[in-house]
């Protein structure tokens, strides 16, 4: 007899299930269990009488224990679970649970360092449901526009951020260090006539940062196009992608949101688009707040959010692009605006964070190299990027989109935490 899904039981038709055990009840000649595995829950009816020991072994089990029984389900109106009761012939015990270190009460932090134990739960099984299909329909909408998928290396001699908040490795006797993303190789693809191209994948930043949008080790959408003018054909295409991804998620799952996380997803139709300066116009014309020149060169996480909140009352969505960043600001690669101190650069920020930043590349070898200087950083460290453009390379751009961000915004989670599977922070590297 094969084991099958607490879901897929049907009525006197003879099966197996397995599952943790979440209640006991027992009465004068019953024993009632609720077993539970990741589909739902079912009640199991033991006639003491018929199946004393039976009664005997499971009425002793603590909570949590997995159990296997074999039996039958039969139709009981009155059981709130489906409408259905297993009675089993035959069991067997598993595992035995010792009692629970956390339940519904205790601390985040505790619940961390138990998350195998917490992730039991429906709703946390939900939040990576809901995480799977979004990374599912997300690789399906570039797949269909024709994008390579590619998995770069995550161990690199040189550091895609100008060398802050790494992570140093011995590699075979020397010093590497795990990329702050794929940035070089995105555009190494570039430079080898890829055209389009995107990946899902791991980043890691040791920023000692101890917010809820911060972690060591995040996974991020990157995508990079070759052949475009301006960051604008980015953000272009982005917002498709954007409203396709929010739409496909809503159609499927909007419904089990508003239930669990209490949440509507407003799909809009179009993401506007503010200049940097144009945002601290609005915060002192519409807030009576006025930021001093100097500060002028990128938004706080309480700027990220007014912004947000702004757009969402006056512009109908509730992401929005911040673009036309000072090129100071930004980091060496991003390609300068003719005739101006700003770059093509941009942000997404969605609910009051900030999902991804986006840009148009320098890919000019002497003026790349220029830049890389202008930002304090010695070029020739950075000689085997410079590679790349040396023998050919097309205009391109691109961004990476942090996707436990995106899931942690949509579904109203306190932290990107409860997005990601096991999180990694500077206090946490454990379990």
């Known amino acids: ?42 009640q199991v009816a033991i006639e003491k009488e018929k199946l004393p020991k039976m009664a005997q072994k499971i009425g002793k089990l603590s909570r949590q224990s997995v159990v296997r029984f074999f039996g039958k389900a039969k139709k009981a109106e009155i059981v709130k679970l489906g409408g259905i009761e297993f009675v089993p012939t035959s069991f067997e015990i598993e595992s035995v649970a010792e009692e629970l270190p956390i339940d519904s009460e205790s601390g985040k932090e505790l619940k961390m360092d138990f998350r195998w134990i917490d992730l039991r739960q429906d709703k946390e099984r939900l939040i990576f449901q809901i995480r799977t299909y979004a990374e599912h329909i997300m690789r399906e ?17 040189q550091c895609s951020e100008g060398g802050a908040d790494v992570f140093a490795v011995d590699y075979y006797g020397q010093r590497a260090y795990l990329t702050q993303s794929p940035q070089f190789y995105k555009q190494m693809a570039m430079a080898a006539g890829f055209d389009k191209m995107f990946e899902i994948g791991p980043y890691y930043r040791a920023e000692k940062s101890f917010t809820a949008r911060h972690t060591a080790e995040a996974t991020c959408l990157d995508f990079e196009i ?7 054909e980015i953000m272009d295409f982005e917002e498709e992608f954007f409203i396709y991804t929010l739409s496909k998620i809503k159609e499927k799952y909007g419904s089990l949101i508003k239930e669990e996380f209490d949440l509507d997803i407003l799909v809009p ?14 915060f002192k014309e519409t807030y009576g707040i006025e930021v001093p020149e100097e500060k002028q060169l990128d938004l706080d996480p309480d700027q990220e959010k007014l912004i947000c909140d702004y757009s969402s009352k006056y512009l109908g969505s509730e992401a929005v692009f911040i673009t036309d960043y000072p090129a100071e600001a930004r980091a060496f690669y991003s390609k300068k605006i003719d005739g101006t101190f700003d770059c093509m650069a941009f942000d997404m920020l969605y609910r009051g964070w900030e999902l991804n930043s986006g840009a148009v590349r320098e890919y000019r070898y002497q003026e790349l190299k220029a830049q890389i200087e202008e930002h304090g950083v010695d070029s020739e460290k950075m000689k085997d990027y410079l590679e790349f453009f040396k023998y050919g390379c097309p205009p391109h751009g691109g961004i990476g989109f942090g996707i436990d961000r995106f899931i942690a915004k949509l579904l109203g989670l306190p932290s990107l935490k409860e997005s990601i599977f096991v999180f990694r922070g500077p206090s946490r590297v454990k379990p």
């Open 1 to 42: 007899m094969k084991r099958i899904y607490i879901k897929d039981i049907q009525p006197d038709v003879e099966c197996e299930i397995s599952g943790w055990i979440e209640k006991i009840r027992e009465q004068k000649t019953m024993l009632f269990v609720v077993l539970k595995d990741s589909t739902g829950s079912v």
């Open 226 to 232: 070759a052949h475009v003018k301006s960051h604008h």
């Open 141 to 157: 909408f570039f797949i269909e526009k024709g994008f390579i998928e590619i998995h770069t290396p995550k161990i690199t001699t």
């Open 269 to 282: 139709t179009k993401i506007p688009r503010l200049k940097l300066c144009e945002v601290f116009k609005i």
